[in-house]
């Protein structure tokens, strides 16, 4: 590992001008390519104290042994000059975008004197015109399938035309009219050409001028009655329509635009392409990348257009494109964008409207590609095997840690304090084994302390199972778990029904005991604090077989108890992408949770508090009377009235009514407006009415 100083430049060494820097690692290959405005004010930010650097950035800095700049004249060369050495170098710490398939296109070669029609992958000649890309290789045979009727395109291979121009026999789309068959001389090659060129036209979009001349045609041939020729020209008419079919129209203006969505988390990014022409999708495309430095969301756009745009020229670069975000600085791109098509090229963000709606279905596709990748990734078992043994490497584990549980604590502003509890065997999940927690030994907000009771109660409830089975325990006392109704939390599933069994760990009645299983490791969303509740409670109950660790979301670090520093885990690293999705499995189990008792709480009734009274006659009642508040102040002759209610019952009701404190009047957020009457059955806490509705995001953040 380099020490940065070591190659640092001299402060006059450095130009303050545009240009592109490489750093180097000792084996002189190229590590890192980047653009800025200013060499000087950009190089500087890598030369900061490692301490205050993000952690993917010194991970760079310390691998480089040298740095090394070349100076141009404006921002747009800079961005070429990127392009092409990040093409050229394929650096280890720059984003590069893979492509998840190898999507296929419909490729015409006007390079050839006759022109050929097929399906082409992989890098795109010179000469060759390209409509795509599309999802299946099938769905451009079928394209082409109907358009040979009326553009008899040449689709065969070199061989079959040089046999068939030798033979004097032309293939059998050449007999059935699919082919207008220019190997045995039917047509010129200039006809032959020209052929190709309105088969061009036609997928490019501009599809009305040979509809409407194949319908004047059809009408003269008609008129003149001539009907076998006017019904082959209505067929002809018909697939092309039926090929116009098979891409929807999504913008009525026939725009010609590509839409960029990102999807992206803290390690991985997902983005997808929209190719639109004549305002049909005439294309889809998608990659994922790694996020092996530090970027933002504009910068991932950069990166994306470079990809998508670096080797094309002319109307390959769309009049418009859209997107998620914008590069900073956005000039340089829109100017290099425009040089490349040959005129102006809008880069913007859709705010309303068509565009905006179609944007946000790139944006769902591109958040379903990116769960699909997690979905391979954790599938694959060879990774997850990788993933355990790299976290028993960096934590120093004795073994792989097969059973690994994350605990998350969630709150509203120190309300409804709950936590989770969720479990992953050999890297996947095992939600039969979540568990979910109410904070029960203080009120309000603090989550150091909520983690340290959270551990006590699993692990006390650990230690009783194991007094049981006969096992040395100490004095620990079993914890009590209840759950939201003030049932027993459900019985904890083991590794298997065998390992139970032989074990000691079921029951009579041969289901598993409750938190009879250790984990090897126990994952707490946060830092320091938050390791250090949970160890010190494990230390409490004299536990020191399980290994505990934190992930902090910020910057992803890895912290463990009575460590200073956090261990910071390689981007690419699949230890830190288990750790990351064990982390966000548990955030998500808690505030579904939090969400849930929140609920419930706004919607309890001073009426759920009379024994027996079910919910068909708590419907009753408030049909009856109206509200709660007219309920309320009915005697209890007036609530006997109610079908169903005695006597009994009316009295009972009547004092549970008397003993709740009557809430705060409501109030219409609309208009600040204090309402005297309440909507039938719409209740609070304290029974009274709740017009505003449970609290949102806007008055507490969920944690």
Same mark, same amino acid.
């Given at each position: 590992?380099?020490?940065?100083?070591s190659?640092?430049?001299?402060?006059?060494?450095?130009?303050?001008t545009?240009?592109?820097y490489?750093f180097?690692?000792?084996?002189?290959?190229?590590?890192?390519?980047?653009?800025?405005?200013?060499?000087?004010?950009?190089?500087?930010?890598?030369?900061?104290?490692?301490? *205050?650097?993000?952690?993917r950035?010194?991970?760079?800095?310390t691998?480089?042994?040298?740095?090394?700049?070349?100076?141009?004249s404006?921002?747009?060369?800079?961005?070429?000059?990127?392009?092409?050495?990040?093409?050229?170098?394929?650096?280890r710490?720059?984003?590069?975008?893979?492509?998840?398939?190898?999507?296929?296109?419909?490729?015409?070669t006007?390079?050839?004197?006759f022109?050929r029609?097929?399906?082409?992958?992989? /890098?795109?000649?010179?000469?060759?015109r390209?409509?795509?890309?599309?999802? /299946?290789?099938?769905?451009?045979?079928?394209?082409?399938?109907?358009?040979?009727?009326?553009?008899?395109?040449?689709?065969?291979?070199?061989?079959?035309? +040089?046999?068939?121009?030798?033979?004097?026999?032309p293939c059998?789309?050449?007999?059935?009219?699919?082919? *207008?068959?220019?190997?045995?001389?039917?047509?010129?090659?200039?006809?032959h050409?020209?052929?190709?060129e309105?088969?061009?036209?036609?997928?490019?979009?501009r599809?009305?001028t040979?509809i409407?001349?194949?319908?004047k045609?059809?009408?003269?041939?008609a008129?003149?009655?001539?009907?076998?020729?006017?019904?082959?020209?209505?067929?002809?008419?018909?697939?092309?329509? +039926?090929?116009?079919?098979?891409?929807?129209?999504?913008?009525?203006?026939?725009?010609?635009?590509?839409?960029?969505?990102?999807?992206?988390?803290?390690?991985?990014?997902? &983005?997808?392409?929209?190719?639109?022409?004549?305002?049909?999708?005439?294309?889809?495309?998608?990659?994922?990348?790694?996020?092996?430095?530090?970027?933002?969301?504009?910068?991932?756009?950069?990166?994306?257009?470079q990809?998508?745009?670096?080797?094309?020229?002319?109307?390959?670069v769309?009049?418009?494109?859209?997107?998620?975000?914008?590069?900073?600085?956005?000039? =340089?791109?829109?100017?290099?964008?425009?040089?490349?098509?040959?005129?102006?090229?809008?880069?913007?963000? =859709?705010?309303?409207?068509?565009?905006k709606a179609?944007m946000?279905t790139?944006?769902?596709?591109?958040?379903?590609?990116?769960?699909? /990748?997690?979905?391979k990734?954790?599938?694959?078992?060879?990774?997850?095997?990788?993933?355990?043994?790299?976290?028993?490497e960096?934590?120093?584990l004795? *073994?792989?840690?097969l059973?690994i549980?994350?605990?998350?604590?969630? /709150?509203?502003q120190?309300?409804?304090?709950?936590a989770?509890?969720?479990?992953?065997?050999?890297?996947?999940?095992?939600? *039969?084994e979540?568990?979910?927690?109410q904070?029960?030994?203080?009120?309000g907000q603090?989550?150091?302390?909520?983690?340290h009771?959270?551990?006590?109660?699993?692990?006390?409830?650990?230690?009783?199972?194991?007094?049981?089975?006969?096992?040395?325990v100490?004095?620990?006392?079993?914890?009590?778990?209840?759950?939201?109704?003030?049932?027993?939390? =459900?019985a904890?599933?083991?590794t298997?029904?065998?390992?139970?069994?032989?074990?000691?760990?079921?029951?009579?009645?041969?289901?598993?005991?409750?938190?009879?299983?250790p =984990?090897?490791?126990?994952?707490?969303d946060?830092?320091?604090?938050?390791?250090?509740?949970? +160890?010190?409670?494990?230390?409490?109950?004299?536990?020191?077989?399980?290994?505990v660790?934190g992930?902090?979301?910020?910057?992803?670090?890895?912290?463990?108890?009575?460590?200073?520093d956090?261990?910071?885990?390689?981007?690419?690293?699949?230890?830190?992408?288990?750790?990351?999705?064990?982390?966000?499995?548990?955030?998500?189990?808690?505030?579904?949770?939090?969400?849930?008792?929140?609920?419930?709480?706004?919607?309890?009734?001073?009426l759920?508090?009379?024994?027996?009274?079910?919910?068909?006659?708590?419907?009753?009642?408030?049909?009856?009377?109206?509200s709660? +508040?007219?309920?309320?102040?009915?005697?209890?002759?007036q609530?006997?009235?109610?079908?169903?209610i005695?006597r009994?019952?009316?009295?009972?009701?009547?004092?549970?009514?008397?003993q709740?404190?009557?809430?705060?009047?409501?109030?219409?957020?609309?208009?600040?407006e204090?309402?005297?009457?309440?909507?039938?059955?719409?209740?609070?806490?304290?029974?009274?009415? &709740?017009?505003?509705?449970?609290p949102?995001?806007?008055r507490?953040?969920?944690?």
């Amino acid at each position: 590992m380099a020490d940065p100083s070591s190659y640092r430049p001299k402060p006059g060494e450095i130009p303050d001008t545009p240009g592109v820097y490489r750093f180097r690692d000792e084996h002189r290959r190229v590590i890192y390519v980047g653009k800025a405005k200013s060499l000087r004010q950009r190089l500087a930010n890598y030369f900061q104290d490692l301490a *205050s650097l993000h952690p993917r950035t010194r991970t760079m800095v310390t691998t480089a042994a040298s740095v090394e700049w070349t100076v141009v004249s404006t921002e747009v060369e800079a961005l070429q000059l990127e392009y092409s050495w990040i093409k050229e170098y394929d650096p280890r710490f720059n984003v590069k975008y893979r492509d998840d398939k190898s999507y296929p296109y419909l490729a015409v070669t006007m390079n050839e004197e006759f022109p050929r029609v097929q399906v082409m992958r992989g /890098h795109k000649r010179k000469g060759v015109r390209y409509f795509g890309p599309y999802g /299946h290789a099938w769905a451009i045979r079928d394209t082409v399938d109907l358009l040979l009727r009326v553009f008899p395109v040449r689709t065969c291979s070199a061989g079959v035309f +040089k046999n068939a121009a030798r033979t004097g026999r032309p293939c059998l789309l050449g007999y059935i009219g699919k082919c *207008s068959a220019p190997c045995v001389d039917r047509v010129s090659a200039d006809e032959h050409r020209d052929l190709a060129e309105e088969f061009c036209d036609f997928m490019a979009g501009r599809t009305g001028t040979y509809i409407r001349r194949l319908e004047k045609q059809m009408t003269d041939a008609a008129e003149e009655m001539e009907y076998e020729r006017a019904a082959r020209l209505r067929d002809d008419i018909g697939a092309l329509k +039926k090929a116009m079919e098979k891409s929807a129209v999504v913008l009525a203006d026939a725009t010609d635009a590509d839409l960029i969505a990102v999807a992206e988390d803290e390690l991985e990014a997902a &983005v997808q392409i929209f190719h639109v022409r004549g305002g049909r999708v005439r294309g889809q495309r998608g990659w994922v990348t790694d996020k092996v430095e530090e970027i933002t969301t504009g910068a991932l756009v950069e990166h994306a257009l470079q990809q998508l745009y670096g080797e094309e020229r002319g109307d390959s670069v769309p009049k418009e494109v859209l997107v998620p975000a914008l590069p900073e600085p956005v000039e =340089p791109v829109q100017e290099w964008l425009a040089e490349r098509r040959g005129s102006g090229v809008s880069l913007r963000i =859709p705010q309303r409207g068509d565009k905006k709606a179609l944007m946000e279905t790139v944006q769902r596709n591109a958040l379903q590609a990116l769960a699909l /990748h997690k979905t391979k990734r954790a599938s694959d078992l060879t990774t997850r095997s990788r993933a355990l043994e790299e976290i028993a490497e960096a934590l120093d584990l004795d *073994s792989a840690p097969l059973r690994i549980e994350c605990y998350d604590i969630s /709150h509203l502003q120190g309300d409804d304090v709950v936590a989770s509890m969720v479990v992953f065997e050999d890297g996947l999940q095992r939600k *039969s084994e979540y568990r979910r927690f109410q904070i029960k030994g203080f009120a309000g907000q603090d989550d150091v302390r909520s983690m340290h009771e959270v551990i006590s109660r699993r692990f006390k409830r650990y230690l009783a199972e194991k007094e049981k089975t006969g096992e040395w325990v100490d004095d620990a006392s079993q914890a009590d778990l209840k759950d939201a109704s003030g049932n027993d939390i =459900p019985a904890v599933s083991g590794t298997g029904p065998q390992d139970a069994s032989e074990n000691g760990l079921k029951d009579d009645d041969g289901r598993p005991k409750k938190f009879a299983y250790p =984990p090897q490791l126990v994952v707490v969303d946060g830092g320091q604090p938050q390791v250090a509740a949970a +160890k010190r409670a494990l230390d409490e109950l004299g536990i020191d077989d399980i290994a505990v660790c934190g992930l902090a979301k910020r910057l992803e670090e890895v912290w463990l108890p009575d460590d200073e520093d956090p261990v910071v885990l390689p981007r690419t690293s699949e230890g830190l992408y288990l750790l990351q999705r064990v982390r966000d499995e548990a955030h998500r189990f808690a505030i579904t949770y939090q969400r849930t008792k929140r609920a419930q709480r706004f919607r309890s009734s001073p009426l759920d508090d009379v024994a027996g009274l079910g919910d068909t006659r708590k419907q009753a009642l408030l049909k009856h009377f109206g509200s709660l +508040k007219k309920l309320r102040s009915a005697t209890i002759d007036q609530i006997c009235e109610v079908p169903g209610i005695g006597r009994k019952t009316a009295e009972t009701i009547a004092v549970a009514l008397a003993q709740a404190a009557p809430a705060a009047p409501a109030v219409n957020t609309a208009t600040g407006e204090i309402m005297d009457e309440e909507e039938p059955g719409t209740t609070g806490s304290g029974g009274d009415p &709740v017009t505003a509705g449970a609290p949102d995001e806007r008055r507490g953040q969920e944690t």
